[in-house]
């Protein structure tokens, strides 16, 4: 019987060539990228609990030169516990209605990725959205992924791209309507795969790169307790404290 780690001991890995870090000014960056003949569910799952992250058909970690500032963080959800300001997103979004879809093109969604695109992220990379590379950053074709939506009524406010592994949700992208902003709806997004994936019995949510000198990262280290991937070390280092 073979061993159901031989796939991930034969893996090839490549190295991208540097490019502008897109979290820390005046670096470069480079990544370590899984191959995407052989990637699966079940390989990104043991991959994800080694610190790598999906985009588009691609798994991969950041390998930059002399920095290892990118962090994995996942929540362990059977411990965690919101906070004060975490309860109150919970309480004023109460009046959503939630929706999973599968990984199904919407032009309503598309609209919704550009506009929060061009009002969050002006000129970060993404823009301006088109629907093919919408559509290949956030799927893939051998990753189960959902997309839940987030309506007040009729009106479409948030979507989370989701993919679930064997052990956990990994938050793959949220992006909402930039004029709702007061309802703090990525923090609900995360809180909502937080209770999601307590009642499907999973273990974690990995919410992707943490980066401790990077304003727009900060919000991640709220959700405690939380785990980060220590490379040199090879190993998760658990945050306990508030």
């Keep these: 019987m073979s061993n159901p780690h031989d796939a991930l001991y034969d893996l090839r890995m490549f190295l991208t060539t540097d490019y502008g870090c897109s979290y820390l000014p005046g670096r470069l960056a480079r990544n370590l990228v899984a191959d995407p ?5 079940h390989l990104y ?3 994800a609990d080694m610190g790598f992250r999906r985009s588009g058909e691609h798994v991969y970690r950041p ?12 929540i362990p959800v059977n411990r ?7 309860r109150r997103i919970w309480a004023r979004n109460q009046d959503l209605q939630t929706r999973e879809l599968g990984a199904e093109f919407k032009d309503e969604h598309f609209d919704l990725f550009a506009r929060y695109i061009m009002v969050r992220h002006f000129g970060g990379g993404m823009d301006p959205a088109s629907p093919d590379n919408y559509w290949s950053f956030i799927t893939s074709r051998w990753c189960p992924t959902g997309l ?13 791209v989701v993919d679930r592994l064997d052990d956990g949700l990994s938050a793959v992208y949220t992006f909402f309507d930039p004029l709702e902003e007061t309802r703090g709806l990525g923090t609900f997004a995360i809180l909502w795969q937080i209770a999601e994936a307590r009642r ?14 990077c304003g727009k990262m900060s919000y991640k280290t709220r ?4 785990e ?4 040199e070390r090879w190993g998760w280092l658990a945050v306990d404290g508030r």
């Excluded at 003949?37 to 569910?41: C, H, K, L, M, Y």
């Excluded at 390998?63 to 996942?74: K, P």
């Excluded at 499907?200 to 000198?213: K, P, R």
């Design 45 to 47: 799952t043991q991959l």
């Design 148 to 160: 839940c939506e987030f309506r007040r009524d009729q009106q479409l406010l948030a979507v989370a």
């Design 200 to 213: 499907l019995g999973l273990d974690w949510v990995y919410l992707g790169y943490w980066v401790e000198h």
């Design 228 to 231: 980060i991937f220590v490379a």
């Design 80 to 86: 965690f516990q919101p906070n004060r300001s975490q």
């Design 223 to 226: 959700f405690r307790p939380h």
């Design 37 to 41: 003949a052989v990637t699966d569910q």
């Design 63 to 74: 390998h930059c030169r002399g920095c290892v500032a990118c962090r994995s963080l996942r």
